[in-house]
C-alpha cells in the first residue's frame, strides 16, 4: 500500500508504523522538506485520508473499522504532514464527540 509503513520485517502494514515513523522522523528533524522526507512521506496522507470510514473515524487500515487508537495515530500523523486537510474533519469531530 503506498504511503503505509510496515510494523516490522513481514508485519503489518497500518496507521500504528505511519504514526510511529513519522513520530520519529520528527523526533530526528528529518521532516524539512528534502527529498528524502518525500520519499518516506510520499503517499502517507493519502493513506491516511482512505483510512478515514464512513463514520468519520480512523481505521488501521482501509475499509477497516473505526478506532480510537488508531483514530488518534492517523490524525497526529496527518497533523505531522500538514495534511490534516485531506480528512473530513467535520466528520472526524463527530464521531469523536460521540465516544
Known amino acids: 500500500m503506498p504511503g503505509a509503513i510496515a510494523i516490522h520485517v513481514n508485519g503489518e502494514m497500518d496507521m500504528r508504523g505511519v504514526y510511529c515513523a513519522l513520530v520519529c522522523a520528527d523526533i530526528l528533524n528529518l521532516l524539512d522538506g528534502s527529498e ?27 475499509y477497516g473499522e473505526a478506532h480510537g487508537g488508531y483514530t488518534f495515530c492517523g490524525l497526529a500523523a496527518a497533523m505531522l504532514l500538514k495534511e490534516e486537510s485531506k480528512l473530513n474533519l467535520d466528520r472526524l469531530l463527530d464521531w469523536l464527540t460521540q465516544r
Request: glycine share 14%.
Open 36 to 62: 528524502k522526507a518525500n520519499q518516506l512521506t510520499r503517499g502517507m496522507g493519502d493513506f491516511i485520508a482512505t483510512c478515514q470510514t464512513y463514520e468519520g473515524g480512523i481505521s488501521c487500515a482501509p
